[in-house]
């Protein structure tokens, strides 16, 4: 049986297609199949890949769009970070022109729409009658 110590999965190309790339195979899987940490619930080893993209964690159902191999990808932390930064940025200097917390005031509840013409209600004189307005004769 082939020795497989270095090459680890990737023995399975054989010679094929250069160190270099077998080396970076090796990486991604390894780093796919490591524990990673569930951003909901914090548990670790609970998440699952279920597609390229899609993770699942076992523990609180909880399905997210990251990495095709990784669920958070270095590219995916620069931009969460720099969108915390820019929020709390904003959120300062709203703090700072108006004096007080940027806290939104509570939205009073939408009234409903008022209700359609029931299904018995076909013709034009039932619904509110057409004949009370006038028709323009050519």
Do not use: N
Not at 25 to 45: I, M
Not at 117 to 131: A, K, R, V
């Amino acid at each position: 049986m082939a020795r497989t110590k270095k090459v680890g999965s990737t023995g399975r190309f054989g010679p094929r297609y250069g160190a270099k790339l077998r080396r970076r195979v090796l990486d991604v899987e390894r780093r796919r199949h490591e524990p990673h940490r569930c951003p909901s619930c914090a548990t670790k080893g609970s998440l699952k890949r279920i597609a390229a993209g899609v993770w699942k964690c076992r523990k609180c159902d909880l399905v997210f769009a990251g990495g095709a191999y990784v669920p958070f990808t270095d590219a995916g932390r620069a931009a969460a970070r720099a969108i915390a930064q820019r929020v709390s940025d904003e959120l300062l200097s709203l703090r700072e022109e108006t004096g007080e917390s940027p806290v939104p005031e509570p939205v009073a509840p939408v009234e409903p729409a008022p209700a359609m013409p029931g299904p018995g209600l076909d013709t034009p004189d039932e619904m509110g009658g057409l004949d009370d307005h006038p028709v323009d004769e050519l």
